[in-house]
């Protein structure tokens, strides 16, 4: 073989492998759906479980250093007492990011009386190589957030401070934290990760922080998703019981089912999907019991998945049961 022909095979190799890494990590992760089983069969999706404080929320964009924040500020509470939940994105093809992928639960946050922060922390279209400076950006730009929260509700003191971080973003929340901005009572990770699937994060991507000197009262909890395959859980699992050894800690795996139509299919976004009983019963009744229990001493055996009733998503509308939460830690 000509070195030529050794070169155009590389280079077909590379094409194909990198359209198999492509297909078989991100899009099944991202965009794959199966067509339910039964085409007859639906899941019962109860009325709204949720406790709303109101039904009004006013968006509010600001612009610190050509990145963009966003408050999500709960009408007719009182805002001086509201919980303050950090909402951190995860990786994105585009700067500056927005939040409507993600506005399925913050807004479902901030109705449940929780001013909510949303930063975008990819600073410019090359941010996107250089995830190691997202900590940094975000903790600058949150700082930006707090005065803003500040000035429409100036006795808040964020001692009922949250972080909420999706993909990547579960990376740049254990990384964020330092004496200049609020200790979090629970850290809620969302399908983390620090890079890409057999790519180590010491050449691209962005190591989880160390949070083993938490007050061991914080709670930590870590959602994963079972049809999601940019995240290896195993190996993610392990990272993060080594950072955060001494913690409250729990770790759940939210199941797929595709008995019925449509089919309840939990991937890599599908915490942000609209309401079904994935999100109503799996993601957001994790997330919010968490928030409660961390706040109120509320719902903590939920989160601790104590009850049959914390692990239960719902049933087909044969009375078959959907698949259930597994707690893995």
Request: aromatic residues 14%.
């Amino acid at each position: 073989m000509g070195k030529r022909s050794l070169i155009i095979s590389i280079i077909i190799f590379l094409i194909f492998l990198g359209v198999f890494y492509y297909f078989y990590f991100v899009w099944y992760s991202l965009f794959y759906h199966p067509k339910g089983q039964n085409q007859s069969v639906w899941p019962n999706l109860l009325n709204n479980p949720c406790d709303y404080k109101t039904k009004e929320v006013l968006v509010k964009k600001f612009t610190h250093q050509d990145n963009n924040f966003y408050l999500f500020i709960p009408k007719g509470v009182d805002l001086n007492s509201s919980p303050v939940i950090l909402f951190l994105h995860g990786l994105a093809p585009s700067s500056p990011v927005d939040y409507k992928m993600y506005s399925p639960l913050i807004f479902h946050e901030a109705k449940r009386g929780n001013i909510v922060i949303f930063l975008s922390y990819q600073k410019g279209t090359f941010s996107l190589f250089r995830p190691k400076v997202f900590p940094l950006t975000a903790r600058q730009v949150l700082k930006e957030a707090i005065l803003e929260i500040k000035k429409i509700a100036p006795k808040n003191d964020l001692s009922q401070f949250i972080v909420i971080g999706s993909s990547m973003g579960g990376a740049v929340a254990t990384n964020i934290l330092s004496e200049e901005i609020p200790l979090p009572k629970a850290i809620i990770l969302i399908t983390p990760g620090e890079t890409f699937p057999y790519l180590p994060a010491s050449i691209y991507g962005l190591p989880f922080g160390d949070l083993r000197n938490l007050n061991p009262e914080t709670w930590f909890v870590a959602l994963f998703s079972q049809s999601d395959r940019l995240v290896l859980r195993e190996k993610v699992k392990k990272k993060l019981l080594q950072k955060t050894e001494g913690l409250n800690r729990h770790m759940f795996l939210i199941p797929s089912d595709a008995y019925g139509n449509p089919p309840l299919w939990s991937n890599h976004v599908s915490a942000f999907y609209p309401p079904n009983n994935l999100s109503y019963y799996g993601y957001r009744k994790i997330i919010d019991a968490t928030i409660d229990c961390a706040l109120f001493n509320k719902n903590c055996e939920v989160v601790k998945g104590e009850n049959k009733e914390a692990l239960e998503i719902g049933f087909w509308s044969d009375g078959r049961k959907i698949n259930q939460i597994k707690k893995i830690y």
